[in-house]
Each structure stands twice: as C-alpha cells, then as structure tokens.
C-alpha cells in the first residue's frame, strides 16, 4: 500500500511541479524576446510576427504529437524538450537578427508545445475519475503561478548580457528534477498502433463542444490579454491603470481555478461549459457598461480571467472521462492545436473589431465568440437529449 501510494502522489506531483518550473521559465521568453527586438528597432508588425511563431509551432507541431509520444514516451519526449528549450535560451544571444530569432521562436514554441502536451497528458491520464477536475485545476493555478513568477524574476536580471538567457535556461533544467522523480509513475502505454497526424482533426468533429471551449479559450487569452490594456487607455484610463486590467485578468484567471474544479467532478461538464461560456459572454459586456468606473472594470476584468479559465480546464476534464490511452493522446493533441488556432487568429481579429467599432468592439466581438460558442453548447446538448 505505501509503494502503491506514493506512485500515485509522484504521478500527479511530478509532472505539475514539472511544468510549473518550464513556464516560469517560458514566460521568461516572452519579453526577453519582445524587448531584443525593440532594441533592434524591428516594427511592431515583424514583432508581432515573432509573437506568431509560437502559435505556429503550436499548430503545426500538436497533430504530430500522439505520434512523437507513441515513438519516445512521456519521460524522454519531456527531457529531451526541456534540453531543447535551454538551449535555444543560451542562442538567442549568440547572434542579432530578426529572422534568427524568428527561427529561434519557432523551434522553441515546438519544443514547448511538447513539454505541455506530454505533461497534461500524464496528469489527466493518471488522475482519478473522481478527482480529476480538481487535479487539473491544481495544475492549471500552479501553471498560473509559474508564468506569473516569471517575469518578476526577468526583472531581478536586468536585460543585460547573457545573465537573463543563463538564468532561464537554468530554470528549464530545473524542472528536469521533478521529471525524473516521477518516471516510475508514468502511465503505461496502451500497445495500440501510432495515431495519423490527421486522427486530431477528428476529434473536432466528435467533441466540437469540447475543442472549441480551448478555441475560444486561445483567443481570449491572447487575443484580449494582448488588448486589454489598449482598451483601457482609448476608454480614458492613464496608462498605468490600463495595463492593471492586465494584472487583474491574470489575477482573476487563479481564484476560481478550485470552485471550477469542483463543479466538474460534481455536473456534467457540458452544463458546466454553458454556465462558464454565459460568464465570458456576460463579463466583457460588464466592462462596457461599468463606463469609466475603473473599479468597475476591473472587478468585470477579474471576473472574466476567472470565468473563462474553465473553459480549458473543464475541456481537459471531459477528455480524461472520455478517452484513454492513444485516443486520449490524440483528445491532448487537439486540444492544444484548438488553442494555437485561437491564439493565432485572435489578436488580429479582435484588434480590427476595435479599430471597427472603437474601443468597445474588442469586448463586443469576444462576447460574440462566447455566445456564438454556447449556441454551440446548447445544440448539443439539445442533440444529447433527444438520444434514447
């Protein structure tokens, strides 16, 4: 029994504690390439271009990830990613220029979107029935917390030399640590034949109302996290009061990770995802109509970073209760390619609804995608009734 217990506190420590420490890390990058390329002076488009390298990767790389992690297995398809993310950290130094580091960000996001597949797919894969939403949503706070910390420790570096390179880099292999603690509790695989590329592609067909939630997630997450704060000063706030609604989002997006989590394990998930998806319709509205209260924002701004974090949490939830094995890996991949595609088309979408309808179509345009996503919810779970 204690051999027994403790392999189950080392499945699902280990690869939380894991990727905690890699987004710490990860969230270093972030600015760290942001600011090198303003120093540069590259535009803000060619930046923004930069910024679209990570959902790329993530696109590209989440249909081959079922395949990867069927070839490598958890353990060292999550050593041989976090060496690969310090080292493209240590390179990015080495040489200036735009589109070396768009290279750079390229393969690092590739490198990131396989520690994360292969890290939610141990946890949900190794959760119990019973507990599951409440493991993840631990996972998704520690997350939280982990890019939250991040850049607060860039800030202890300074910008100069290659201290702030070494530090993240240093901080990756860390997280090598708690990964080889846990490999005794990796899940086992299944022995089924490797997953196609195209098998994710599936699962937007028979799960749309759950790999939409990620979709819609991705596009909140980035595209208004990206605006928010413009938002704010063309609504009238000073600047440093705009770029506080960021803070707040984010603040928001850890206080009802537990509840939510909850709920899951408690509801059907479905009705779960209606209720989370009427918040994030409702929030953005709440904005608009608190007017030039900045209070008032700010509580609709926390209020929506915490409502609309359920829609990933809760999604990886149903996975876990749906599929096992191959299948729940490829149920990962999707939901991580459901996610690079909101946040690859987001920012755009959304910055040109509030060029459209300034300042407020930015709010008005993700209330629509929220509402749009529950008419989605609604339908099936209409569809789910009527079957005997």
């Avoid at 946040?343 to 755009?348: M, Q, R, W």
Wanted: glycine fraction near 10%; charged fraction near 10%; aromatic fraction near 10%.
């Amino acid at each position: 029994m204690p051999i027994a217990w403790l392999k189950a506190v080392r499945a699902q420590i280990a690869p939380i504690a894991a990727i905690t420490i890699f987004g710490t890390s990860m969230s270093m990058s972030y600015p760290l390439f942001a600011l090198m390329l303003e120093r540069m002076g590259a535009s803000g488009a060619l930046i923004g271009i930069n910024a679209m390298a990570a959902a790329v990767a993530m696109i590209v790389g989440a249909p081959l990830m079922p395949l990867i992690l069927r070839r490598t297995g958890i353990g060292p398809l999550m050593i041989a990613s976090a060496v690969v993310l310090a080292a493209m950290m240590l390179a990015i130094p080495l040489h200036q220029g735009i589109w070396y580091w768009t290279w750079l960000r390229l393969v690092y996001g590739f490198a990131g979107t396989a520690l994360f597949f292969a890290s939610e797919y141990w946890i949900v894969a190794a959760a119990p029935e019973v507990s599951r939403g409440r493991i993840i949503a631990i996972y998704a706070l520690c997350v939280s917390g982990g890019f939250a910390l991040g850049p607060a420790l860039l800030s202890l570096t300074s910008l100069e030399g290659m201290l702030p390179f070494a530090v993240a880099a240093a901080v990756v292999l860390a997280g090598l640590a708690p990964i080889l603690w846990g490999l005794s509790a990796v899940p086992e695989s299944d022995g089924e034949d490797p997953p196609a590329p195209l098998a994710v592609l599936g699962i937007f067909l028979t799960d749309p109302a759950v790999v939409f939630a990620v979709v819609l997630f991705g596009m909140i997450e980035f595209g208004a996290m990206a605006l928010i704060s413009v938002w704010g000063v063309r609504n009238g706030f000073a600047e440093a009061d705009a770029a506080m609604l960021l803070t707040l989002f984010a603040l928001g997006a850890m206080a009802l990770q537990m509840p939510l989590g909850w709920a899951a394990d408690r509801f059907a998930r479905l009705r779960v995802l209606s209720v989370v998806a009427a918040g994030s319709a409702l929030a953005p509205l709440g904005m608009i109509a608190a007017g030039g209260s900045f209070w008032l924002v700010g509580v609709a701004a926390a209020f929506w970073g915490a409502i609309s974090v359920g829609l990933y949490s809760v999604s990886l939830t149903e996975l876990g209760a749906r599929y096992r094995g191959t299948q729940l890996s490829v149920a990962n991949a999707a939901v991580i390619l459901g996610y690079g595609l909101g946040a690859l088309f987001s920012p755009a979408a959304f910055g040109w609804a509030m060029d459209t309808e300034p300042p407020d179509g930015l709010l008005i345009a993700a209330s629509a995608a929220a509402l749009a996503y529950l008419g989605l919810v609604a339908a099936r779970m209409a569809t789910a009734r009527r079957r005997p």
